[in-house]
């Protein structure tokens, strides 16, 4: 079992800046890939991005590419997300997730955090 915290979302300016973190129970973080995935109202869950368990790979989907850095710290139980330039586009709330395999695809990702809102406007 793992579970997951998210936390750092907000409203923001447009052009502004936030950093998502999600802080994993237990001591198996290392053993999964890890996601961000976004949700707006009346939409459906919207791959955002993915890393592997090591981190040494990371895919982004084309919407957030060059203005969101996706890392994690395996020793902190920890992954960020750094979202930069950010645009009305992208408010939803952002959840983080933890599945066997690295993938984009939300229903293969076994665990979920409560998501947290993340508001961009001026």
């Known amino acids: 079992q793992v579970s997951l915290v998210e936390s750092g979302g907000g409203l923001v300016q447009p052009g502004g800046s936030l950093r998502l973190s999600c802080l994993a129970s237990?001591?198996?973080?290392?053993?999964?890939?890890m996601g961000w995935f976004r949700q707006a109202p009346g939409k459906e869950h919207e791959f955002v991005v993915v890393?592997?368990?090591?981190?040494?790979?990371?895919s982004y989907a084309d919407s957030v590419k060059g203005r969101f850095t996706i890392s994690r710290d395996n020793a902190k139980n920890t992954m960020y997300l750094q979202m930069n330039s950010l645009k009305p586009e992208d408010t939803a709330v952002y959840y983080c997730?933890?599945?066997?395999?690295?993938?984009?695809?939300?229903?293969?990702?076994?665990?979920w955090g409560q998501g947290t809102q993340v508001t961009v406007s001026s």
């Open positions: 997730a933890a599945g066997p395999v690295y993938t984009t695809t939300p229903t293969i990702y076994d665990y």
């Open positions: 890393i592997s368990r090591s981190g040494g790979s990371t």
């Open positions: 237990g001591r198996t973080f290392s053993r999964y890939a």
